[in-house]
């Protein structure tokens, strides 16, 4: 689950605390926060109780016994897996190919439908070749949300481009039109969170896309990447693998709830993404 945001959840945080026998080593306390995992507000605060106390494998055994159980009692009543039911709570839009397999992950990419509409054809002119080629596909959510944290893993391909829509009430209409008109896509009438594997775009991933831009680098090509968005009222933050990547103060004549949507950029495109967790204020 992701991290707990600071003020956020006490009382489930100072309960799971209360849990931990107090003779628990906060060096030992350390060494698991230190592993990769979405609870380290939990771990990292708790390990403020702990007294330091000498190596012992019992203990230890007991410590990750005790991880456990109290970390997810202490966020499963917060934070909601929009996967828990596979793809039941979301809706394809165009025609691509979104699955979710055995292991959580969903994938997405074109198939041979959309290669079958130009095979054959001797010379289908720029225009038409263009509008084939980047018409989208997107998987948007059937809830709309408002303020939220948005926590999510994804990995695209190289060179590929992909994209977190929030708060767009058209679900990307003009984006997976037969024309794609980019004047309107998501992120014109919402917000668009880029995703940009080495895509030849000036957007890098993590910028707010027209809005603010991220700076080059956060994200580590050809692997799974974290992605967490926080939308207020008055911001939005976009962090990429822990770090701020982007903010901004939102434009005042664009919604402030709408539903969440990923994206399938393009033809050439093929994208995954696993654990997408939201927290609502």
């Known amino acids: 689950m992701p991290e707990l945001r600071t003020g956020s959840h006490l009382r489930s945080f100072l309960a799971a605390c209360a849990t931990i026998p107090s003779w628990l080593s906060s060096r030992e306390l350390a060494s698991e926060a230190s592993r990769p995992t979405r609870s380290t507000g939990v771990q990292e605060g708790c390990s403020r109780r702990m007294i330091l106390d000498g190596d012992d494998l019992v203990r230890r055994a007991i410590l990750a016994l005790a991880f456990a159980a109290i970390v997810p009692m202490a966020v499963a009543a917060d934070w909601d897996d929009l996967l828990r039911d596979g793809l039941d709570g979301w809706v394809v839009l165009g025609d691509g190919h979104w699955r979710i397999r055995s292991d959580g992950v969903v994938t997405a990419n074109f198939g041979i439908d959309r290669q079958r509409e130009v095979q054959g054809t001797a010379d289908i002119g720029r225009e038409i070749f263009t509008a084939w080629s980047t018409r989208q596909s997107w998987l948007y959510t059937k809830r709309e949300f408002e303020e939220f944290d948005l926590h999510l893993e994804y990995w695209v391909n190289t060179p590929g481009n992909s994209g977190i829509s929030i708060r767009d009430p058209s679900q990307a209409a003009c984006g997976i039109a037969e024309r794609p008109d980019f004047a309107c896509t998501p992120s014109k009438q919402g917000y668009e969170i880029q ?14 896309y027209g809005l603010a831009r991220a700076p080059e680098g956060l994200e580590t090509v050809g692997e799974w990447n974290r992605l967490n968005i926080e939308s207020r ?49």
């Open 195 to 208: 995703i940009n594997s080495e895509y030849s775009d000036k957007w890098s991933t993590g910028s707010i």
């Open 233 to 281: 009222a008055d911001a939005i933050r976009v962090y990429i693998n822990g770090v701020l990547a982007a903010e901004h103060a939102g434009d005042p004549q664009r919604p402030l709830k709408g539903p969440i949507g990923l994206q399938l950029h393009d033809i050439h495109s093929f994208v995954m993404f696993r654990n997408i967790w939201i927290l609502e204020y």
